[in-house]
């Protein structure tokens, strides 16, 4: 499993995932309701803290081409960005892997 935790998400790349594919990634950040769920106490401005993540992993992970699954925390809003990243990650860590 990986997660990609900063704001330029270009692990999905150099996992082996195309541009479309990474593009249709949901990063948990952006899923409202999701977070409302786990976080939400019913009070404003309190949170609860403790919550479970295996059903995440699980219902929101991306499988990659070399069988690890993906959650993206949050990314840019600018996807050309990630086009440019994706053609300099293209023969970084993936290549290594033997892809």
Not at 61 to 85: A, F, I, N
Request: proline fraction near 3%; charge should be negative; aromatic fraction near 10%.
């Amino acid at each position: 499993m990986a997660i990609d935790a900063d704001s330029s998400p270009n692990l999905a790349f150099t996992l082996g995932l195309s541009l479309e594919q990474a593009h249709k990634i949901v990063p948990i950040s952006e899923n409202k309701e999701l977070v409302e769920s786990k976080t939400s106490t019913g009070y404003s401005g309190v949170y609860r803290l403790t919550f479970t993540v295996d059903d995440i992993v699980r219902e929101y992970s991306v499988k990659t081409p070399y069988d690890v699954s993906l959650v993206v925390m949050e990314r840019l809003g600018q996807w050309l960005w990630m086009h440019v990243c994706s053609k300099r990650c293209s023969s970084g860590f993936a290549s290594s892997l033997g892809r």
